[in-house]
C-alpha cells in the first residue's frame, strides 16, 4: 500500500519525488530563517515561533518521507 503511495504519478513523476523536494525546500527556508534570526535581520513578528514551527514541520514531513521509502524498499 504505502509502495503504491509513493510511486503514485503525479504529472508524470513519484508522488515521493515531490515530498522529498518540498521537505527540502521547508529545511532550507528554516535554515534561512534561524541565520536571519541570527544575525538580527528576521523581519517576521515573531521569528522564533516561525523557526519552531517550520521545525516541526520538517521533522514530520521527512518522518513521511522516510517512511514512503521504507514501504518501497521493504514492499510494504
Avoid: D, E
Wanted: glycine share 14%.
Amino acid at each position: 500500500m504505502l509502495t503504491q503511495i509513493a510511486l503514485m504519478p503525479i504529472f508524470g513523476y513519484p508522488a515521493i519525488m515531490y515530498g522529498g523536494i518540498l521537505t527540502l525546500l521547508l529545511l532550507i527556508i528554516q535554515t534561512v530563517t534561524g541565520s536571519r534570526i541570527n544575525k538580527g535581520k528576521c523581519k517576521l513578528p515573531n521569528p522564533m515561533k516561525w523557526h519552531k514551527t517550520l521545525a516541526w514541520i520538517v521533522v514530520i514531513m521527512g518522518l513521511g518521507h522516510g517512511l514512503l521509502g521504507l514501504g518501497m524498499i521493504l514492499g510494504l
